[in-house]
């Protein structure tokens, strides 16, 4: 289906699914419902494990799934966005993450085959839903303790391992990597997309926190963009946070520094609170109205997220055929990303080499001249990068010569460094974790 996936991308925009838990509201499930016959006796409380449902109701989740199709998607989504043990936990449930990944691929993988099989000039496709689980890998829960994590990146990269090895096995054509508020995670995840020789096509998108437009850990869109592109996606973008027309100006922004496609799904409009429950009010053709101005920004994959349904897919889908479409051509440009800024790979000028003391100066940290060469020597000094990288002002060279220290380095550098070694896996390292490699004036971007 790859081939088909790639056929189809250069052809048309592609429609993604709207919302999940919007259609699964409307079921009004309890608790008995969620528990199903299987888990009657276990001993936490169940209900509002979406992810359950794939075990429990499979029926409710292969019919919303059969709405979207009927509506006009070419992609829809499993229903795994927190199937994973980190968020499974809260549930006692993480033991059937890789259960319920399978469970909830297999059942769109049936619906979607089905609709293919009644019209195979419109393949339709399934995008495994990894989620941003309910940590973060880079920031504290504690304000007195800047260096406390919920939760490491091997953990995060284990979990997702599981969950992707889930979804393959279950028959997803995409790993969608959705609503990324921190870009560690979402490291952890391409992590795990590798370590589980994953070769299906992967889509990254990320979120906002606020009209600031920055992700929660602190990214702008550029930053974010450049910290996670060197994985060879099929598509960067943005979900969730924001309507079509608040989101306008970040996939602009988006646009104008990515070289792959680009994917939107916003939610329908802004929420309001009523009766204490926040509401989704844009109605379907209001939605579906910002489809060109979004494919003049760069919008080759269209979907919904929270408040969108079937209606506001199938507006869409009325809407996207009125657009021409000519297959875009990409650049090869590549940068390096703190969370504050990006700088082209080949307009970077460095540090003399310092120390990782010296480089926590405030003066240094605050340089927009030069990127700072910082040499790596201990443990401590990693421990030291990861916990004030967020202080930075431009991207670090790393200076290390230890195959180890250096693998740990780039493991815990949220945004895209540049790297510096003679370590004997400096270059592997380098094209695993997306650094550019410089030696002297020379730069290599993997």
């Given at each position: 289906m790859t081939k088909r996936l790639y056929t189809a991308l250069a052809e048309r925009i592609l429609l993604l699914d709207g919302g999940f838990g919007t259609m699964m509201q409307q079921n009004h499930f309890d608790e008995a419902d969620y528990r199903g016959a299987r888990f009657q006796a276990h001993p936490t409380p169940l209900k509002g494990c979406n992810d359950l449902l794939s075990l429990t109701q499979p029926a409710s989740v292969a019919e919303i799934h059969d709405k979207y199709l009927r509506a006009g998607a070419d992609i829809i989504t499993s229903n795994s966005f927190n199937a994973n043990r980190i968020s499974l936990s809260d549930y006692g449930l993480a033991s059937y993450a890789r259960e319920m990944a399978r469970a909830a691929a297999?059942?769109?993988?049936?619906?979607?085959?089905?609709?293919?099989?009644?019209?195979?000039?419109?393949?339709?496709?399934v995008a495994g839903s990894v989620g941003p689980t309910n940590r973060t890998a880079s920031l504290s829960a504690?304000?007195?303790?800047p260096a406390s994590r919920e939760v490491t990146f091997t953990e995060l990269k284990e979990a997702y391992r599981e969950q992707i090895e889930g979804l393959m096995e279950g028959g997803v054509d995409i790993i969608l990597i959705e609503t990324v508020f921190?870009?560690?995670?979402c490291k952890a995840a391409l992590y795990a997309v590798e370590e589980a020789r994953?070769?299906?096509?992967?889509?990254?998108?990320?979120?906002?926190?606020?009209?600031?437009?920055?992700t929660l850990s602190g990214q702008t869109v550029e930053a974010f963009a450049a910290s996670v592109e060197y994985?060879?996606?099929?598509?960067?973008?943005?979900?969730?946070?924001?309507?079509a027309r608040e989101l306008m100006p970040y996939i602009e922004r988006l646009d104008a520094v990515v070289a792959c496609r680009i994917s939107a799904h916003p939610n329908a409009g802004l929420p309001t609170l009523c009766d204490g429950e926040e509401k989704y009010s844009m109605e379907p053709r209001e939605f579906a109205s910002y489809a060109e101005e979004l494919a003049q920004s760069g919008v080759l994959v269209f979907g919904g997220c929270c408040g969108?349904?079937?209606?506001?897919?199938r507006a869409l889908a009325d809407e996207v055929l009125k657009l021409s479409f000519e297959n875009p051509s990409y650049s090869a440009e590549e940068y390096l990303a703190t969370e504050r800024e990006i700088i082209r790979c080949s307009d970077v000028s460095m540090s003399e080499e310092i120390t990782c003391s010296e480089f926590l100066m405030d003066d240094l940290m605050d340089c927009l001249d030069v990127c700072p060469l910082v040499r790596i020597a201990c443990d401590e000094e990693v421990k030291n990068l990861e916990e004030n990288q967020h202080?930075?002002?431009?991207?670090?060279?790393?200076a290390c010569d230890d195959d180890n220290l250096l693998d740990k380095a780039l493991l815990s550098y949220n945004g895209r460094a540049g790297v510096k070694s003679a370590a004997p896996r400096?270059?592997?390292?380098?094209?695993?974790?997306?650094?550019?490699?410089?030696?002297?004036v020379i730069h290599y971007v993997f």
């Open positions: 297999q059942i769109a993988r049936t619906v979607a085959d089905r609709y293919t099989a009644q019209n195979p000039s419109k393949p339709r496709f504690e304000v007195e303790n921190d870009t560690l995670n994953c070769t299906l096509p992967v889509m990254v998108s990320g979120t906002l926190a606020d009209r600031s437009g920055r994985a060879d996606l099929l598509s960067v973008g943005l979900n969730c946070a924001f309507g969108t349904g079937p209606k506001h897919i202080a930075a002002a431009m991207p670090v060279i790393i400096a270059q592997e390292l380098a094209k695993f974790y997306g650094a550019c490699i410089y030696g002297g």
